[in-house]
């Protein structure tokens, strides 16, 4: 491991993404920008028209829909290259100059929802019938409609859009703290040489077998998080308190609910993930115990759970191996949804290695128009080989649905989002067990597939109900600060992962660096995703076509669909508890064969 990180300008070029592809230079980039001021002036001058006729309604229609396509592919391409490295200044500013017309064309066009809202139904079928272009949008309008009661007036409207900037000061604050900013200290590895932890390495540091290497860098990360633990806890007062802000302003009962009804999902879909998982966490207290056992301790502490359980099992994977076993495991999938995957492997859709300054962790990212973007830090661990195929699922959704929709309903909800990714990890699992006959082997693999349970699934729903709670407490009136924000997550810690794990006082501090407590209920979608994921997978192995069949009329479903009703397709029904349980039955027979394993 080296001690400090590449420069940007020192990673290999085909270790990149290729950003040429969105625009060949910034002047493209700037022309893009230049067209969609002119189009959202063009959508502001038809205020006040939009019931005048069905032509003049199908007219910003379509010029609206023009303007999100081109604005989205410029947001995209800044947002790319502020991420490469976010202590490059010039992008920092392209960056904010994308989020500054954002934020203009939401006030310029922000009377459009109130508007249509505005046109009475009977009247919209005389559109429909005078104008068939119109049919397209039909859907689009039924949407706008569904949120009827939390629309406001145009002016009103307008004056929420125009406080989107600011609104994401506390996120965009946190994440250039967290990213570009802290600096964590140096650790000793396993060779007595000193490394510097950063948030790509700490992973790695924690799943070391040397438990000293993985407490001090335990110690050390948060000891930065401690010491900004009040300015951390005064951004997430001020995250949850924009999301009071807007949730009140739409006339929602909480945050809860104006998250998830934007997303066409009920709230009871969080309170039953979060009430079923609650009742199946002696299955998790069992695994910790399991762990506890198979490290041999005489106590188990939070720096011990990301450490693989069997010895000596654990090896290093290179990104060209990840990548043949990845088109390996997801052959079931058919040629067709391999062809894809090679061509993002090829031609560089994915930025590979962290180097200093690049956003921490992994996503998929992308615009109507262009191939999606994949961001990895790859380490050469198994977790990495997952994290790959991970994202690659993200962007074959995208890709399924781009190439079945038009713009208006390509961008899938994020309800759904997670389904596709977390299928290709599961193929991948059940490809590996099936390709070892090496008991010890097994039980590694076994062990990691415990861990995805552990990590998406109740830790995912842990961070759920903190997230419900803490919007919950500034609800009611009190402010979030570093002591309650403390002793409610260590509470919760202390309930997941029950009486054998030792809660250490710095696991207090995990909320302060936990980037998707900004991102607004977002996290319980990982741990219905799994759920559903498991059903889904196991469908594709156990009928083949038929199943493949449902799956990929899934993943060409956009937006086209609520996304439960579309999860139907696929045949997850999430509006009942069963997926969730039968998720719970499988961790628990996976469970039981690693029990046996270890004996």
């Known amino acids: 491991m080296a001690k400090e990180l590449l420069k940007r300008e020192e990673v290999r070029v085909e270790d990149t993404w290729k950003l040429e592809d969105m625009y060949p230079s910034e002047k493209e980039w700037e022309e893009d920008l230049k067209r969609v001021a002119e189009l959202a002036e063009e959508i502001a001058g038809m205020e006040g028209h939009l019931a005048e006729s069905a032509g003049n309604l199908l007219r910003v229609l379509e010029k609206s829909a023009e303007l999100g396509q081109k604005l989205m592919l410029a947001y995209n391409y800044a947002e790319r290259l502020f991420d490469q490295d976010q202590k490059n200044n010039a992008h920092q500013a392209m960056s904010a100059k994308a989020m500054s017309v954002y934020a203009q064309v ?226 079931p999938l058919g040629e067709d949804y391999l062809q894809k995957l090679r061509e993002g492997f090829e031609n560089r859709w994915i930025d590979v290695y962290e180097n200093q300054g690049k956003c921490s962790g992994a ?38 649905s781009n190439e079945n929709q038009p713009y208006i309903y390509a961008d899938y909800k994020i309800f759904v989002a997670e389904v596709a990714s977390t299928t290709n990890e599961i193929l991948l699992m059940e490809y590996l067990l099936k390709n070892t006959e090496d008991k010890k082997e097994r039980a590694y693999l076994l062990n990691h597939y415990l861990d995805s349970f552990k990590g998406t699934v109740f830790r995912q729903t842990q961070f759920a109900e903190f997230e419900m709670m803490s919007n919950a407490l500034c609800e009611s009136g009190e402010s979030l600060n570093a002591g309650n924000l403390n002793k409610m997550y260590l509470e919760l810690n202390q309930k997941y992962y029950g009486p054998d794990m030792i809660s250490d006082e710095q696991i207090a501090y995990e909320w302060a660096r936990i980037p998707h407590f900004y991102y607004n209920f977002y996290v319980y979608q990982y741990a219905t995703a799994f759920s559903a994921s498991v059903a889904i997978a196991k469908s594709i192995l156990k009928e083949g076509a038929p199943a493949v069949e449902r799956y990929k009329k899934f993943l060409s479903g956009g937006c086209s669909m609520a996304p439960v009703e579309l999860l139907k397709i696929a045949g997850v029904n999430l509006e009942t508890p069963e997926p969730i349980e039968q998720a719970m039955q499988t961790f628990g027979e996976i469970l039981e064969e690693m029990e046996a394993l270890v004996k």
């Open 106 to 331: 939401a006030s310029k066009t922000a009377y459009l929802e109130p508007e249509i809202i505005g046109i009475d139904g009977e009247k919209l079928e005389r559109f429909y019938q005078e104008e068939p272009g119109l049919e397209l949008y039909r859907r689009q309008i039924q949407e706008i409609c569904r949120l009827k009661e939390h629309c406001l007036t145009a002016e009103m409207e307008k004056l929420l859009a125009e406080a989107t900037e600011m609104s994401n000061t506390a996120s965009d604050t946190f994440s250039v703290i967290n990213n570009a900013d802290f600096q964590f200290p140096e650790v000793e590895d396993e060779k007595g040489e000193k490394v510097r932890i950063t948030h790509g390495r700490y992973g790695t540091l924690m799943e070391s077998a040397d438990r000293r290497v993985r407490r001090e860098s335990f110690e050390k990360m948060y000891s930065v998080y401690q010491q900004y633990a009040n300015t951390l806890a005064s951004l997430y007062n001020g995250q949850v308190k924009m999301q009071i802000f807007y949730a009140k302003a739409r006339k929602y009962a909480n945050t809860l609910e104006a998250a998830v009804t934007a997303n066409d999902v009920s709230p009871a879909v969080y309170h039953n993930l979060v009430e079923t998982v609650g009742k199946n966490l002696d299955k998790l207290h069992r695994y910790v115990s399991l762990r506890k056992k198979c490290l041999g301790v005489e106590e188990l502490h939070m720096y011990d759970i990301y450490t693989p359980m069997i010895p000596d099992a654990a090896k290093e994977i290179s990104y060209e191996e990840a990548k043949a076993t990845v088109l390996k495991a997801l052959a």
């Open 363 to 400: 996503y998929s990212a992308g615009a109507y128009g262009a191939h999606p973007y994949v961001l990895l830090n790859y380490s050469g661990t198994l977790d990495s080989m997952f994290t790959l195929a991970h994202e690659m699922g993200h962007a074959l959704h995208s890709c399924y």
